[in-house]
């Protein structure tokens, strides 16, 4: 029996503890929190043992293997002790706040030679695997430029009263949303050499961010945009969706089907009814049950292919960074040149424009 | 209950194939008359049970029910709560327990309020249902149902208690039988055994492709024709991946099966299913 502890019982942390908890090879030997009522309510009905504190849950629950599904900020310090025991480690998406962490993480878990895995569920959905098989058979030929969108109804109101509405502890669209499109955009396209034209904006949080625009480039030549937007109540839950052009064809992917048009084929489609394998256990779609037991196999069998390592997560974190520090420098455009010259209203407007933020800068 | 019941998830933008059928449709839907409508042609089909999720937009309909009776005269409704998006989006914004204070009933904030100040939660879990069934005042909704997401995440959790919390409750308060949402058919079948609820109504994914059926197709059927519980079939087309008569061929061909749900937007299609299913049952 592999005994796993779980740190964090919120949204994540619960539904990670119901897959978990049925698996034959399993058993859960301690859950924590910080916010006693939830705990308290869970182990007086499910009988599992509680902790207010992680390090006395790896203490004395001795766990080998720790789900850790903590607000982003608390990541690092937890993911550290744990990697420093020998602990398999299974933490929630992003990695981490800073790119310095995640980088000493990543060597710190190939020395303790641990299973480490980050909770970017999209890479157990079929028709992204999909996506990812057509691309690397080259079936849509050389890439030139691709969309990664993810929008969802997170934030549809000016008052949040959890953790994802703190910038400081890791929330706003870019760390809890763009993070999937950004580790989808690695795991298809590479890790981008820069970022540009990136916007970060706020539409109904005081203190976080609500979407996000940039456009990714590749050493390569090959370009990229992300658009991410979690006050978006049009969609019923989060709908992340991948679109690739290549000189032989496209492709467009979302959780629900893949697409590819082939010239001088045309289009073909595969649905998720045939590209979803069944999973042992279902809670609320099959890449959430898919990427914990496939943690748990890892771990028992020692595959050494360790999908959603920390070093591919990380990449996200990297992608992440470069937005915000290209978004920090305020609009910029290369038109500013002819605006500049004009002097007259467009200027002036464009300024009223982006008021509170930096005065138009030229492009470097 | 009646051999084909009619479900909702085409009016509310669920569609398991495409999101941009699932916008289609959330257009098309976009007023409740529109959906009405739907409802009314399954109607005169002969379907006379409509399986509901409590989204909030089904309170329109209800409305609509109650101001028509002699139209709507033995119309049946079989609510599902919670709709689940609701609780998972509170969740992401107020925290676990200002989900629950959002939710529990207003009329009864003294009441929720200390269910919740003293960990409670059989008690703060008869006020949700309470909160949830409100829209269904004075119908006739004599089957109500857990939604698959609740019931396999406490099955998951171990926590079979709340199954018969539910039960008692929906019997005690409302008169009706519970019923059960699953993906994980075999699995809740001994679960809801060891809570010693005796041939419970349990509805989960049934169709020939083992589209979403967590144990596989043979031990579904297994459980199907041995085990004693009344079971209806959803999903039986795959959401679309089956073409209708070979789905229907499959679910008619296991006899226990009791009812078959399904979601259509046209009379056409309405049609062809009750037509394709009295032939297959005849």
Not at chain 1, 171 to 177: E, I, N, R, S, V
Not at chain 1, 277 to 294: C, H, I, K, L, T
Not at chain 2, 187 to 196: A, F, M, N, P
Request: aromatic content about 8%; charged content about 25%.
């Amino acid at each position: 029996m592999l005994k796993i502890g779980i740190v964090g019982v919120g949204k994540m942390g619960l539904s990670h503890l119901s897959i978990v908890n049925t698996h034959p090879d399993v058993r859960v030997v301690g859950l924590c929190d910080a916010a006693g009522y939830v705990l308290d309510v869970l182990s007086k009905h499910t009988g599992l043992a509680a902790f207010g504190d992680y390090r006395a849950l790896v203490e004395r629950a001795k766990p080998e293997a720790l789900i850790v599904a903590t607000p982003t900020r608390t990541h690092a310090e937890i993911v550290r002790y744990a990697l420093e025991r020998g602990l398999h480690v299974f933490v929630e998406k992003p990695f981490c706040l800073s790119v310095e962490e995640g980088r000493s993480l990543v060597a710190l878990a190939a020395r303790a030679k641990v299973v480490n895995q980050v909770g970017y569920h999209c890479r157990f959905v079929g028709a992204f695997q999909e996506a990812k098989r057509l691309l690397r058979n080259g079936a849509i030929g050389e890439l030139h430029n691709y969309r990664v969108e993810a929008y969802g109804p997170v934030v549809l109101q000016p008052k949040g009263s959890t953790w994802r509405s703190s910038k400081s502890e890791g929330g706003g669209c870019l760390y809890d949303y763009a993070s999937h499109a950004a580790n989808l955009a690695t795991h298809l396209f590479g890790m981008p050499a820069g970022v540009g034209g990136s916007a970060v904006h706020s539409v109904f949080s005081k203190g976080v961010d609500d979407e996000v625009y940039a456009t990714l480039y590749h050493a390569n030549g090959l370009t990229g945009q992300l658009c991410i937007n979690w006050a978006d109540e049009t969609h019923r839950k989060m709908s992340l969706r991948v679109e690739a052009w290549g000189r032989n064809g496209k492709l467009n992917a979302d959780r629900q089907e893949c697409q590819v048009y082939v010239r001088g084929q045309g289009w073909n489609v595969r649905y998720t009814t045939e590209l979803t394998g069944p999973v042992r256990y279902y809670v609320r779609g099959e890449e959430f049950s898919a990427q914990m037991d496939y943690f748990i196999d890892c771990i028992e069998s020692r595959r050494p292919d360790n999908v959603n390592s920390f070093a591919a997560a990380l990449e996200a974190d990297l992608v992440l960074d470069m937005i915000e520090r290209d978004a920090a420098l305020g609009p910029r455009t290369t038109v500013a040149r002819e605006v500049e010259a004009s002097k007259g209203s467009i200027r002036e407007a464009l300024a009223r424009w982006i008021s509170g933020k930096p005065a138009l800068q030229r492009a470097p | 209950m009646d051999r084909l019941l009619f479900g909702d998830n085409q009016f509310f933008g669920v569609n398991h194939m495409s999101e941009e059928k699932a916008r289609a449709q959330a257009m098309r839907f976009r007023e409740t008359g529109a959906v009405i409508e739907v409802l009314d042609a399954a109607l005169d089909e002969g379907i006379r049970t409509f399986m509901c999720t409590t989204h909030d937009r089904i309170g329109e309909i209800c409305g609509h029910l109650r101001a028509n009776p002699a139209r709507y005269k033995g119309y049946v409704l079989y609510p599902c709560m919670p709709y689940a998006h609701k609780y998972n989006n509170a969740v992401a914004e107020l925290g676990m327990l200002g989900a629950l204070n959002r939710f529990v009933p207003a009329g009864g904030i003294l009441q929720g309020g200390m269910a919740l100040m003293t960990k409670d939660i059989e008690r703060v879990m008869r006020l949700l249902i309470d909160a949830e069934m409100k829209m269904f005042e004075g119908l006739h909704a004599p089957v109500i149902f857990l939604q698959n997401v609740v019931v396999d995440f406490l099955m998951g959790l171990r926590f079979r208690e709340a199954f018969r919390v539910f039960a008692a409750h929906v019997k005690e308060r409302y008169g009706a039988e519970p019923g059960f949402i699953t993906m994980n058919l075999p699995r809740l079948l001994d679960s809801l055994d060891e809570v010693g609820l005796e041939n419970p109504i349990v509805c989960a994914n049934i169709n020939k492709i083992a589209f979403r059926m967590c144990g596989g197709r043979e031990e579904y059927e297994r459980a199907i024709a041995t085990r004693r519980f009344r079971p209806i079939a959803m999903s039986v087309f795959a959401s679309g991946a089956l073409p209708a008569r070979e789905a229907l061929e499959y679910v008619c061909g296991q006899k226990a099966i009791r009812s078959i749900v399904f979601g259509a937007s046209s009379r056409a299609h309405i049609r062809q299913t009750r037509q394709l299913v009295q032939e297959l049952d005849a």
